[in-house]
T-cell receptor, first 115, second 110 residues
Framework: GAVVSQHPSWVICKSGTSVKIECRSL??????MFWYRQFPKQSLMLMAT?????????EQGVEKDKFLINHASLTLSTLTVTSAHPEDSSFYIC???????????FGPGTRLLVL | EDQVTQSPEALRLQEGESSSLNCSYT??????LFWYRQDPGKGPEFLFT???AGEEKEKERLKATLTKKESFLHITAPKPEDSATYLC???????????FGSGTRLLVRP
């Protein structure tokens, strides 16, 4: 139980294009989903928190217009990296709160490389 | 300010050599302490949630314990497949956000 999927698992794109990453909770409903970014050999950095049907809450320093988050249903949240540039290359991971409301279950991550 | 410190940063064990990882925390009103395992290039895999001091949970070769100031992840007779980074995190009353430690990189040699 408590499985979270992400798609795609990796993506390579040209500078200036937009990339959409999907995060799904497969066997439970998640009212809250989280998006993280992780650089090599570093811990996870929270980018934003999204609640179903409402606007995402972004962490300080994260550009809202660069990283668009939509949480359209209780099982799906999307992160769109708009006009991606090489500095946006990173490992993006989503998570969702499970039934106990405190535990976060993580997706497998999406590796983004912007050329 | 909520804070999590993990030690050691890295640990090398021989297969079968039991050991413990430490997670010290400072949090206002602990709502949960979490252990995750992360393999290179993958998202964290959930291991345990502990809610109150004295609580213990086990899964295969792993056992997590909790006191008011720290948590231990005990690894009994580890195997090479236990090699990974182990992350500790807490959630407190002041925020719904996970506060992560920097992790312990475990290498188990055959």
């Amino acid at each position: 139980g408590a499985v979270v999927s992400q798609h795609p698992s990796w993506v390579i794109c040209k500078s200036g294009t937009s990339v959409k990453i999907e995060c799904r909770s497969l066997d439970f409903q998640a009212t809250t989903m989280f998006w993280y970014r992780q650089f090599p050999k570093q811990s996870l950095m929270l980018m934003a928190t999204s609640n179903e049907g409402s606007k995402a809450t972004y962490e300080q320093g994260v550009e809202k217009d660069k990283f668009l988050i939509n949480h359209a249903s209780l099982t799906l949240s999307t992160l769109t990296v708009t006009s991606a540039h090489p500095e946006d290359s990173s490992f993006y991971i989503c998570s969702a709160n499970g039934g106990d409301k405190e535990t976060q279950y993580f997706g497998p991550g999406t590796r983004l490389l912007v050329l | 300010e909520d804070q999590v410190t993990q030690s050691p940063e890295a640990l090398r064990l021989q297969e079968g050599e039991s050991s413990s990882l430490n997670c010290s925390y400072t949090v206002s009103g602990l709502r949960g302490l979490f252990w995750y395992r992360q393999d290179p290039g993958k998202g964290p895999e959930f291991l345990f949630t502990l809610y109150s001091a004295g609580e213990e949970k086990e899964k295969e070769r792993l056992k997590a314990t909790l006191t008011k100031k720290e948590s231990f992840l005990h690894i009994t007779a580890p195997k090479p497949e236990d090699s990974a980074t182990y992350l500790c995190a807490v959630v407190g009353d002041s925020s719904y956000k996970l506060i992560f430690g920097s992790g312990t990189r475990l290498l188990v040699r055959p």
